[in-house]
């Protein structure tokens, strides 16, 4: 990994006036019976002044990096978290609930919130802790070994157009990497060369046993493309197949992947942090790091979010392997 200065970093902070109202409403929910996943019904009860507070804050990140943190955002509702569970299904029931639903408010007024059905039991909110079962895989639960770039569910034609990683705990502070496309030093050529030239991208581990492949006739995907805004790219090395016969390709792919390491970012969340990634633009990857499996291990929770589409009109034709989305949610914010 290269140089991880940055002269871009956008972090964002809320007012006091919207954490008090984000405060008062995520406990008044929780009184009421609501859950993350249920939030869709009470939309109602959200006060148009927190969705006008948080929709400036939660703004989609255009600059360059792809990325955005708001700081302290949940800090209200991580320090009473409880033990990081050993897989992101051993919580206690309830244990996050109010957590899980300030992280889904905040989330709602970037987009379309979603989950998968076959992931993480089609849940709103993921739990991405160190899993033994997991520890050596290329998906989030791992920690022996370096998680590689990828934008997340890249083998989907409707996938989230918007990352936001909520940080639980991260006692060792455990960064995630994060790459742009935007500022990847790559020459014009490779940059045609991905563009034209397709390849095959299929679900990660975590879908283990709930896809098989489209067929031979499937539509193959394009790395990169051009929107009126930029660059945009989706790319998922451990899950790719590139055809054969095309070295130019597989030069170009493997130059992208280099040109990612070269301008990476360590974005470093503390409890309470929320981290915004632009899945269109910028890639993302973390180190390896030593799990303890005691209660007290990095957790982070995960929300995946629909935004505006500005991908290629090809894409709407994939099968997307079949995988069934839950929502997407409407958005608390009209414009989205
Ligand atoms: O743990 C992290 O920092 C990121 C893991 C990841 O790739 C994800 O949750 O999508
Ligand atoms: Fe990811």
């Not at 006060?47 to 700081?71: Q, W």
């Not at 030093?185 to 581990?205: H, R, S």
Request: proline residues 7%; glycine residues 8%; charged residues 25%.
């Amino acid at each position: 990994m290269g140089v991880l200065a940055h002269d871009e970093m956008d972090v964002r902070t809320a007012g006091e006036d919207v954490q008090e109202l984000l405060r008062r409403t995520t406990f008044s929910l929780t009184a009421d019976g609501a859950t993350a996943d249920s939030l869709y019904l009470y939309r109602d009860r959200i006060p148009a002044a927190l969705v006008a507070g948080l929709s400036e804050l939660t703004r989609v990140p255009r600059s360059a990096s792809g990325y955005c943190v708001l700081k302290g955002i949940l800090s209200e509702f991580t320090g009473v978290a409880g033990p990081t569970p050993q897989s992101w299904d051993a919580l206690e029931p309830g244990q996050t609930r109010e957590l899980d639903i300030a992280f889904a408010i905040v989330a709602s007024v970037t987009g379309r919130a979603f989950g998968w059905k076959a992931q993480q039991d089609g849940r709103l909110v993921h739990n991405i802790v160190p899993s033994r079962a997991s520890a050596n895989l290329q998906v989030g639960a791992s920690s022996t070994v370096r998680l590689e770039w990828h934008t997340e569910d890249s083998y989907h034609p409707d996938r989230p157009e918007l990352l936001l990683l909520a940080c639980v705990r991260n006692p060792d502070r455990v960064g995630t990497d994060v790459a742009s496309i935007r500022c990847a030093d790559l020459t014009e050529e490779d940059i045609a060369v991905l563009a034209a030239q397709p390849v095959l991208l299929y679900p990660d581990d975590s879908y283990a046993g709930s896809w098989s492949f489209d067929g031979p006739d499937a539509p193959r995907m394009r790395t990169v493309w051009e929107t009126a805004d930029g660059l945009c790219m989706r790319f998922d090395p451990p899950y790719t197949t590139l055809p054969d016969g095309q070295p130019e390709l597989r030069a170009a792919w493997e130059r992208l992947g280099a040109a990612l390491d070269r301008c990476a970012t360590t974005v470093m969340a503390d409890p309470g942090d929320v981290v915004m990634v632009n899945n269109d633009v910028a890639a993302h990857a973390r180190r390896p790091f030593r799990a303890r499996y005691d209660g007290t291990d990095r957790w982070m929770k995960r929300i995946l979010v629909r935004s505006e589409w500005r991908r290629l009109e090809t894409e709407r034709d994939e099968p997307g392997y079949d995988q069934v989305q839950v929502g997407p949610y409407p958005s608390l914010h009209a414009g989205r």
